[in-house]
């Protein structure tokens, strides 16, 4: 879908459900936090969202859905996320546990299953056990071969509206030789099941999401017919390997819409609030503070926009881009919301504050985008794996490697760019060609400074220090295969479980960012709208990467500090998303008192 089509798309949502400081409205603020703090699932506001086809936008055109570019979904969910995570959980884990059967299934199984999500059922994600957490390979579920179909015997834990669904996809040990094919997955419908074979495990009591359905199934003996084995008896692993890419690239729009709110009401804050006779917006500590966010919230954006499209247009890079957006996007925001948390101060407890309160619930929710479908130690251990070959790869590209890669960050990262028809069972599980983010680097690099040409004055100059920080960068992606070869030399057959190992794989997903944003910048430059491209937020996001390897080197001034601030400032009075995207939202400053602003 082009631009124009995903911004209408997005806007007309954001119309439909208003502003979410307007207690009037049905997915505002006050109702959100009132379930919350009851812990009571939001069936209304689910079904408020189904009703207007939102989850339509993830399930495939061809069955049924309305998902053609898979970035039209996963803009939707952000926008629901800004409003409330939980309810974008609950609306994405039906999707998430249909993925397998898009990936794997039968005709009749897809066109059956999206027929029954588009009339209201609800599905489950039944992988995780009690006892195993991400070691899927050692689950104790088994479903036992019998004419006509196979019984099922076992228990899933954590598991996302296990309560509330009609159906659980659930993974399952049908094979004893001890390998990736002893396992499959099987469509578990509660209402063919008969009496007292499911129950249910209870919900378990939340830190953040407190309104969600965490609970679990256990099966005793359940009868599933053949015609719900999703995919061949074995092909299990690959359908949970690819639903998890999906997942863990999709999830990091909770992330970024949490974000986006924490980051909202905080400038409404500092907009507003006057302290030794001058606003908080003021003071140069907090404009800082404020900009180092919304560079933060912008470089997340600039890696979940490659991830995101490459589902679609480089299906053989989803096995490393779905690990590092997993990684950095969830874990960086964390980290911004604790910054942002300073600036807004006392008002974070304010738990029934009326415009407030609802930050305290982003910075609870926004954890589940970091542990959920894999946590950080799964997808840091995912790069690592990938690490030394990806290296390999960006060290000795050849001319034509680095003009195919060229080719392929333009579709990642031009946001106009038209991608072919989404097909995920294409998805490679990992990237045998390296990581083309970095590839094409150079090439980006020398595209920034032909921008910097066309810009004058400040901007010129901005542009310009951007282009030196990234060749910087450059030199610190050789730093890292060197200390890479050296620890594996070190270690040796220890390397691969080392504490090293996930620290090169830190280092490595910054400078992916780092790259990520660049792209972005240069390849869709012609459609961003004003205030974008601009050289001062670029400067800041390549310093955000900057400061991983050298923690107290400044990169920006002062003048480039209030350049950012007053971007971040625009989009917040001109009712935009923080975001390369000019996407209109909903949304209000505080209501204030006189005596609030003495």
């Not at 995903?6 to 439909?16: I, K, M, P, S, T």
């Not at 946001?415 to 590839?439: M, T």
């Not at 917040?572 to 400053?589: D, M, N, P, T, Y």
Request: hydrophobic share 45%; aromatic share 6%; proline share 3%.
């Amino acid at each position: 879908m082009t631009v124009q089509h995903n911004v209408a798309v997005a806007e007309d949502l954001e119309r439909n459900l208003g502003d979410p400081h307007d207690p009037a409205t049905l997915l505002s603020f006050q109702r959100i936090l009132r379930y919350d703090e009851l812990e009571e699932f939001p069936h209304e506001l689910v079904g408020e969202l189904q009703r207007r086809a939102v989850h339509e936008y993830c399930l495939p055109a061809e069955w049924g859905g309305r998902a053609g570019d898979v970035e039209t979904g996963f803009l939707l969910l952000r926008l629901v996320a800004r409003r409330d995570p939980t309810t974008a959980s609950a609306l994405m884990l039906t999707d998430l546990a249909f993925m397998p059967t898009w990936i794997g299934g039968s005709q009749e199984q897809r066109t059956r299953f999206v027929s029954m999500i588009n009339n209201g059922a609800k599905m489950a994600w039944g992988l995780s056990e009690r006892h195993h957490g991400s070691d899927v390979l050692s689950n104790d579920m088994r479903a036992e071969k019998v004419d006509g179909g196979y019984l099922l015997t076992g228990e899933k834990w954590l598991i996302g509206i296990a309560t509330l669904a009609d159906v659980v996809t659930v993974h399952a040990r049908t094979g004893e030789r001890g390998g990736p094919g002893d396992w499959s997955i099987f469509a578990v419908e509660k209402r063919l099941c008969s009496a007292g074979s499911v129950r249910e495990v209870p919900n378990e009591r939340l830190h953040g999401l407190r309104a969600l359905d965490l609970s679990g199934i256990e099966l005793d003996q359940v009868f599933v017919p053949d015609s719900h084995l999703i995919g061949g008896e074995g092909q299990g692993l690959e359908l949970v390997l690819k639903s998890a890419q999906v997942a863990r690239t999709t999830i990091s729009g909770i992330a970024l819409g949490a974000a986006d709110t924490a980051l909202r009401v905080t400038a409404d804050f500092i907009v507003t609030r006057e302290i030794f006779g001058k606003t908080v917006a003021e003071i140069p500590y907090t404009r800082r503070q404020m900009a180092e966010s919304f560079a933060d919230l912008l470089l997340a954006e600039a890696v979940a926009t490659g991830g995101v499209r490459a589902l679609q247009a480089c299906p053989d890079q989803v096995g490393i881009t779905s690990a590092i957006v997993k990684y950095f996007v969830p874990t960086s925001l964390e980290r911004t919301l604790s910054q942002l948390s300073l600036v807004l101060g006392a008002r974070l407890y304010l738990r029934e504050h009326p415009h407030y309160g609802i930050f305290q619930k982003m910075l609870r929710d926004i954890l589940v985008s970091v542990f959920a479908d894999g946590n950080t130690v799964v997808n840091l251990k995912s790069v690592g794996a990938q690490l030394q070959t990806i290296l390999t790869r960006s060290a000795t590209a050849t001319a034509d490697q680095r003009a195919a890669a060229v080719a392929k960050t333009a579709l990642m990262y031009d946001i106009d760019a038209k991608l072919a028809e989404w097909v995920p069972a294409q998805q490679q599980l990992f990237s045998r060609d390296g990581d083309v983010v970095l590839v094409a680097l150079p090439e980006a690099i020398a595209k920034l400074r032909e921008l910097a040409r066309t810009r004058e004055g400040e901007q010129r100059t901005w542009f310009e220090q951007s282009a030196l920080l990234a060749d910087r960068l450059l030199v610190e992606v050789d730093r890292l295969a060197e200390d890479q070869r050296a620890a594996q030399e070190l270690l040796g057959r220890a390397y691969g479980a080392s504490a090293e190992l996930y620290r090169l794989a830190e280092r490595y997903c910054a400078l992916h960012a780092g790259a990520a944003v660049i792209h972005l910048i240069v390849n869709s430059q012609a459609v961003l709208a004003d205030p974008f491209p601009d050289g001062a937020v670029l400067l800041l996001c390549l310093e955000r990467v900057w400061r991983t390897f050298h923690p107290t080197d400044a990169v920006t001034d002062v003048a480039a500090i209030d350049r950012v601030t007053d971007v971040l400032l625009r989009l917040h009075g001109e009712r935009k998303l923080f975001s390369h995207w000019q996407i209109q939202v909903q949304a209000s400053g505080e209501a204030r008192t006189p005596e609030e602003t003495e």
